[in-house]
């Protein structure tokens, strides 16, 4: 469905943090996110609850779209037929360097992480966190297991053995750019080293 851009226009989680979960393997870590706005990203649905969620790869949504129609936050895609087919909301995507200030459309950035972060933006949030954001193998790719024969991994036909080299290289377009919010990595032992780094306790509601 296609979303009057009035709504991401408004900022609607004006000032307020955000966090946006990678699916990296400390994300198995983490279990307070307690006074955060939470942007989700493929499989994480089924771990957290989320305000905001995206999957980019439209491989991703022929085998889980179904499930996505369950999920309880604002769902965006990129591709006008798959936001129809799976009554998400509808954004268009751009190839450009950096994020777009421009509510009416987000940057792509090769990955699904990279346009939840773009949307974060758009929502308005100040700090945007970053967790998850392994960007380097430590025994598998991702945070959850026993999604196929092999642990860690998608299946088969999901299943990516690229490096994160190309990632990383369109992150650094991000950390170069004026105009953004702060963007702060609380991943332990993260690869992506071109933003700051703090704790995520730091930034959490305590109980």
Same mark, same amino acid.
């Given at each position: 469905?296609?979303?009057? /851009?009035?709504?991401? %226009? !408004?900022?609607?989680?004006?000032?307020?943090?955000? $966090?946006?979960? &990678?699916?990296? =393997?400390? +994300?198995?870590?983490?279990?307070?996110?307690?006074?955060?706005?939470?942007?989700?990203?493929?499989?994480?649905?089924?771990?957290?609850?989320?305000?905001?969620?995206?999957?980019?790869?439209?491989?991703?949504?022929?085998?889980?779209?179904?499930?996505?129609?369950?999920?309880?936050?604002?769902?965006?895609?990129?591709?006008?037929?798959?936001?129809?087919?799976?009554?998400?909301?509808?954004?268009?995507?751009?190839?450009?360097?950096?994020?777009?200030?421009?509510?009416?459309?987000? /940057?792509?950035?090769? %990955? !699904?992480?990279?346009?939840?972060?773009?949307?974060? $933006?758009?929502? &308005?949030?100040? =700090?945007? +966190?970053?967790?998850?954001?392994?960007?380097?193998?430590?025994?598998?790719?991702?945070?959850?297991?026993?999604?196929?024969?092999?642990?860690?991994?998608?299946?088969?036909?999901?299943?990516?053995?690229?490096?994160?080299?190309?990632?990383?290289?369109?992150?650094?377009?991000?950390?170069?750019?004026?105009?953004?919010?702060?963007?702060?990595?609380?991943?332990?032992?993260?690869?992506?080293?071109?933003?700051?780094?703090?704790?995520?306790?730091?930034?959490?509601?305590?109980?």
């Amino acid at each position: 469905m296609t979303v009057s /851009h009035d709504y991401l %226009s !408004s900022k609607p989680f004006q000032g307020e943090i955000g $966090v946006v979960l &990678g699916t990296g =393997p400390s +994300l198995a870590e983490v279990t307070n996110l307690d006074g955060l706005r939470v942007f989700g990203i493929n499989n994480t649905y089924r771990d957290f609850e989320l305000d905001v969620w995206t999957a980019c790869d439209p491989q991703w949504w022929d085998v889980y779209g179904w499930e996505t129609r369950y999920i309880e936050a604002d769902r965006w895609h990129w591709d006008e037929d798959i936001a129809q087919r799976y009554g998400a909301w509808y954004i268009e995507g751009r190839w450009c360097d950096g994020l777009s200030l421009d509510p009416s459309y987000i /940057h792509y950035g090769h %990955s !699904s992480g990279y346009q939840a972060l773009n949307l974060a $933006v758009h929502y &308005g949030c100040n =700090p945007i +966190l970053l967790v998850g954001y392994d960007m380097r193998y430590n025994g598998q790719r991702h945070y959850f297991k026993d999604l196929s024969d092999m642990p860690g991994e998608y299946p088969v036909q999901l299943r990516k053995w690229s490096t994160f080299e190309g990632l990383i290289q369109c992150y650094e377009t991000i950390s170069k750019q004026q105009g953004l919010p702060a963007i702060i990595n609380c991943t332990p032992g993260s690869a992506l080293q071109c933003f700051p780094f703090d704790e995520l306790s730091n930034f959490c509601r305590q109980s």
